[in-house]
C-alpha cells in the first residue's frame, strides 16, 4: 500500500455514438469517453474506515467495512442513494476477492447527473481505479468494469447493462470503443481527425422511461419467439439477418416487428460503421447517425419533439458530421458529431435556434473522445 500520499482520479462521462438500445439483444455498441470527468481525490487510511465526501451534494458519510454488506454507517444509519455507489463497489471487490483500504476521500464532477451521460459509472469506475491504485492488484480493465457493473446492478439495485462502465473504464484518446455485448470483445476505432463531439441535453427529463423501456425489451423477446418458430437457432436479435427477418412481418404484431427492426437494422448500422470508421469516411459514418435517429423516432419510437427539433437544427447547420438522439429517450441529449472549427458556432446556433423554437434553454457543450479512468 502506498501510504500518506495524496491520489487524484479522473473518471470520464461517456456518450454512445451508434448502436442505441441493441445491448440488451446482444448487439455492438460504439461508445466514447468523453472530457468530462468524476474527479477523486483520496489519501489512505491505516484503518478499514471509509469516509467519502460528495463535494457537488455536499454531504458526507463515513462507513466501516464490517458493516458494509448492511448498506449502513457507521452510526448504523441506512446509507444515502448517492453514497450507495462508491460503497457498492467496495462491496463488490472485496467480495471478489480484492482487498481494499480505508480511505479519507472526495469528489465532484462535471458530468450532468441523470442526463444519460453516465455519471454513475463515472463514480464507479473512479473508486475502482482508486482502490486498485492503493492496493495495487492487477486487474484488467473489462473486469474491473464488470464489477462496477455488479455494485450497481446488485448493491445500489438500478438493472444496468455493461456498456457504461465499459466505456469509462476503457476510453482511448481521439477513439470511440467498440464493444460486442455477446461476446465482451473490444476494439479502440479511430474517429474522423478534427472532429469534437457535441452533446445538447434538451432538458426534458421523463419519468415514465422505465415502463416504455421495460415494454421494448419485452417486444424484442417476443419477436425472438416469433423468430425462433422459423429458424430455430435465433437466440437473440443479433442472430437475424435483415432479408430474413424482414421476411416473416406478418407472423409480427404491427408493433413488435416495428420494435425490433429497429434493433436488427442497428446492428448492421454498428457493423458500416466499422468499416467507415478504419476507411476515415466521416460523412458516410454521419449519415449513418442521422439513419439512427430517424429509426429511434419512427421504427422504436423512444424520441420525442424537442430531441427531433435538436437533430432538425443540427443537421441544417455547417459543419454538422451527425446527429441524434442518444442514450434511453424520451428526453436527455443528442450527440452530434462536428467539424472542430466550426463547433463553437455550432454550439452557440443550436442553442438559439433551439430556444426560439421551443422556449427551452438546452445546455450545449463541447467534449472529445478521450482515455479512460486513469490516475492524475
Ligand atoms: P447518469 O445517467 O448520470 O448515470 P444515474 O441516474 O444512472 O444517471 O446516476 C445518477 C446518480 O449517480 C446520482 O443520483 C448520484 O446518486 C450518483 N452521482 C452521480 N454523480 C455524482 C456526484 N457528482 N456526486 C455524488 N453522486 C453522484
Ligand atoms: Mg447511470
Not at 480511505?103 to 444519460?116: H, K, L, M, T, W
Not at 454513475?120 to 464488470?146: K, P
Not at 422505465?210 to 418458430?229: F, G, M, P, T, W
Not at 458529431?337 to 455550432?346: G, H, N
Request: charged share 20%.
Amino acid at each position: 500500500m502506498e501510504k500518506n500520499r495524496s491520489i487524484r482520479i479522473l473518471s470520464p462521462g461517456r456518450v454512445n455514438l451508434l448502436g442505441e438500445h441493441v445491448d440488451y439483444n446482444d448487439g455492438l455498441v460504439l461508445p466514447v469517453a468523453i472530457d468530462r470527468y468524476v474527479t477523486v481525490d483520496a489519501q489512505p487510511r491505516i484503518d478499514r474506515v471509509i469516509q467519502i465526501k460528495a463535494l457537488d451534494l455536499n454531504q458526507y458519510v463515513q462507513i466501516d467495512q464490517k458493516s458494509i454488506e448492511n448498506k449502513t454507517d457507521t452510526t448504523g444509519t441506512p446509507l444515502p442513494t448517492w453514497a450507495l455507489y462508491p460503497a457498492g463497489v467496495a462491496w463488490s471487490l472485496m467480495r471478489s476477492g480484492y482487498q481494499v483500504f480505508g480511505v479519507d476521500c472526495e469528489y465532484s464532477s462535471n458530468i450532468p447527473i441523470g442526463a444519460g451521460l453516465s455519471s454513475s459509472a463515472a463514480v464507479e469506475v473512479g473508486f475502482a481505479v482508486l482502490w486498485q491504485t492503493i492496493a495495487g492488484w492487477t486487474m484488467d480493465r473489462l473486469t474491473l468494469a464488470q464489477l462496477c457493473q455488479k455494485a450497481e446492478t446488485e448493491y445500489v439495485g438500478v438493472n444496468c447493462g455493461l456498456m457504461d462502465q465499459f466505456a469509462c473504464a476503457n476510453g482511448v484518446d481521439g477513439h470511440a470503443v467498440l464493444l460486442d455485448t455477446r461476446s465482451l470483445q473490444y476494439q479502440p476505432l479511430p474517429l474522423p481527425k478534427n472532429t469534437a463531439i457535441v452533446i445538447a441535453d434538451s432538458s426534458i427529463r421523463r419519468s415514465l422511461v422505465n415502463s416504455d423501456y421495460n415494454d421494448r425489451r419485452q417486444d424484442c423477446e417476443s419477436a425472438v419467439a416469433i423468430l425462433k418458430k422459423s429458424y430455430p437457432s435465433v437466440r437473440s436479435l443479433r442472430d437475424i439477418s435483415i432479408p430474413e427477418f424482414l421476411a416473416i412481418r406478418q407472423k409480427m404484431p404491427g408493433c413488435v416487428f416495428k420494435h425490433a427492426r429497429h434493433v436488427v437494422e442497428e446492428i448492421e448500422r454498428v457493423n458500416q460503421a466499422i468499416r467507415f470508421l478504419e476507411m476515415g469516411e466521416s460523412e458516410q459514418f454521419g449519415r449513418l447517425m442521422y439513419e439512427t435517429h430517424v429509426s429511434l423516432r419512427d421504427l422504436y419510437e423512444v424520441s420525442c419533439p424537442e430531441l427531433d427539433i435538436l437533430v432538425d437544427i443540427a443537421e441544417s447547420l455547417k459543419g454538422c458530421i451527425g446527429a441524434r438522439l442518444t442514450g434511453a429517450g424520451f428526453g436527455g441529449c443528442t450527440v452530434n458529431l462536428v467539424e472542430q472549427s466550426r463547433a463553437d458556432e455550432f454550439v452557440g446556433m443550436l442553442y438559439e435556434k433551439y430556444q426560439q423554437k421551443t422556449s427551452r434553454k438546452a445546455s450545449v457543450f463541447i467534449t472529445h473522445a478521450s482515455r479512460g479512468a486513469h490516475v492524475y
